[in-house]
């Protein structure tokens, strides 16, 4: 697209703005506070700008710099996941969520649920139940996203889901054997069985 | 924003998801913010340039860590040999006569120089220093003392261990293993074998076998002297074996001509109270401990 010597800011700004808030809230869904999401997203808007000369039409750039996220979640998760094993810097430092007043209590409970459980994905697991779950993609643009095909996906999804659901039956949130199924890959391809919620 | 759900469902794991979807899109910087980090960040090294530079500090520090300890020149205290002082004494001692005494002195104890000073009238003090073992020593200046003193000289001798302070790398320490050992061709072979043995053993060497042989042919004595089994593991210890002998002589003025050689010799050894007689061919010397053993000079 343009040389990589002649990168600026502002070209990436002005293909950015369109999927900017979609792209920070998807970072921040793929991992645990909020300040690692805004970390990473930054770190990856950053590695877009380096390597925008990469990109050969400006009409994609929404499935590139999904890429370049993926691409930047994965090197931190692997990051991360050394630094756990040697005790490396912070590791249990979470944002307390509506610590200010006992009506968002249960929204904080619900939010630090949730944001454990997906940390205990693999990161290309929590990458498929985001995008799936809450940005509602096809599995065939996780598969083109995420560089894999589409039974691989699905696998993926479907691992995922189990592994969700094994962690809220352990901490007592879902008795064993219910039915904890609200985001079963077919969901993904049946929109009438969806509703808006925000 | 949405989040896929099952109608049917309101089970915890749904509300959470969809709690989890809310709260991650509150408070989100908006684009002005992006933009000013990204102009900061523009103006800093690629992280992995940063992290390649920190590798390429990080190593070069380590090598100039590595040829600091190596190479460069620290200051180390180790004996470098043993300073040799004798009083001599006697009533009218004259200076030529201390000064041939110095002369033998200096030969026998194998050093360059010596200094002789005048103490006070027909006081003199010889002083040299010699890189012989103290074994050696004693025994050299034992015997320069029965001499001295049997030609009616009051003589008083100190061996005092030389230190100094060398600079030498940690390198040099590491492969300067030359180990220098004494093997005084007057003793019997156990006597030598037993003071090499002693000599292995301070050196840290207790471990290497010592073997020395005699072989005698008419007056001719020979000595073989074998230490350790295998050369090559002496090399791999880096370890290089000398011998030296007891008597240095002195014959570089008389250096290409062979009877004026010879006779320097004779008169050398014979000042050391061995008398032989030597013959010099070129390069080749061979001294003989009486003279009936002396080959004919006639061919």
């Not at chain 1, 498929?128 to 598969?143: F, G, K, N, R």
């Not at chain 2, 043995?197 to 073997?211: C, I, K, T």
């Not at chain 2, 109270?273 to 390069?283: A, L, R, S």
């Amino acid at each position: 697209m343009t040389d990589s010597a002649q990168s600026t800011p502002e070209q990436l700004i002005r293909l950015l703005e369109p999927i900017h808030d979609e792209a920070r809230a998807m970072a921040r869904r793929l991992c645990r506070s909020r300040a690692d999401g805004d970390d990473l997203f930054q770190e990856s808007a950053l590695r877009a700008m380096r390597k925008l000369h990469t990109l050969r039409d400006e009409k994609s750039f929404r499935w590139w710099f999904y890429r370049v996220l993926f691409s930047v979640h994965r090197n931190r998760s692997r990051r991360d996941t050394w630094r756990r094993l040697l005790r490396f810097g912070r590791q249990d430092e979470h944002e307390v969520i509506g610590a200010d007043g006992s009506e968002w209590e249960e929204e904080r409970q619900r939010v630090g649920r949730m944001a454990e459980a997906l940390a205990r994905l693999p990161a290309v697991q929590r990458e498929a139940i985001v995008l799936c779950d809450i940005h509602e993609m096809s599995v065939e643009e996780i598969a083109a996203l995420q560089g894999a095909s589409a039974s691989a996906v699905k696998s993926r999804l479907s691992r995922g889901r189990r592994r969700l659901r094994a962690y809220y039956e352990r901490i007592g949130m879902a008795p064993l054997g219910s039915r904890l199924d609200p985001m079963d890959v077919a969901a993904s391809t049946a929109p009438e069985q969806t509703r808006e919620v925000l | 924003m949405t989040t896929r759900i099952d109608n049917k469902d309101s089970s915890a794991l749904t509300r959470d998801m969809n709690a989890w979807a809310k709260w991650t899109e509150s408070q989100l910087p908006d684009i002005a913010d992006t933009r000013r980090q990204l102009v900061a960040a523009a103006r800093e090294p690629e992280p992995r340039e940063r992290r390649r530079t920190q590798r390429r500090w990080i190593a070069a520090v380590a090598i100039a860590l590595v040829a600091l300890v190596l190479l460069i020149p620290l200051p180390v205290e180790r004996s470098v040999g043993r300073d040799v002082s004798v009083t001599l004494s006697a009533p009218e001692l004259a200076q030529d006569r201390v000064a041939q005494i110095a002369r033998v002195f200096q030969y026998s104890l194998a050093s360059n120089t010596s200094t002789t000073t005048e103490a006070e009238p027909g006081t003199f003090v010889i002083t040299t220093r010699t890189t012989h073992s103290r074994l050696t020593v004693d025994d050299l200046t034992g015997a320069l003392r029965e001499l001295l003193e049997s030609s009616g000289l009051a003589v008083d001798i100190q061996i005092i261990e030389a230190y100094e302070i060398v600079r030498q790398s940690v390198y040099a320490h590491i492969t300067d293993r030359h180990l220098v050992l004494e093997a005084p061709h007057e003793r019997s072979a156990e006597e030598i074998q037993a003071d090499l043995r002693a000599q292995l053993d301070n050196a840290g060497l207790s471990h290497l076998p010592v073997e020395v042989n005699e072989r005698t042919k008419g007056s001719q004595r020979t000595l073989e002297i074998k230490v350790g089994d295998d050369q090559a593991r002496l090399d791999e210890l880096g370890i290089d074996l000398r011998f030296k002998d007891a008597i240095m002589l002195d014959v570089e003025d008389a250096r290409g001509d062979d009877e004026r050689m010879s006779a320097e010799i004779k008169r050398q050894l014979r000042a050391l109270g061995i008398d032989v007689e030597v013959e010099v061919n070129g390069k080749e010397i061979q001294i003989f401990r009486d003279a009936d053993a002396a080959p004919p000079t006639d061919p």
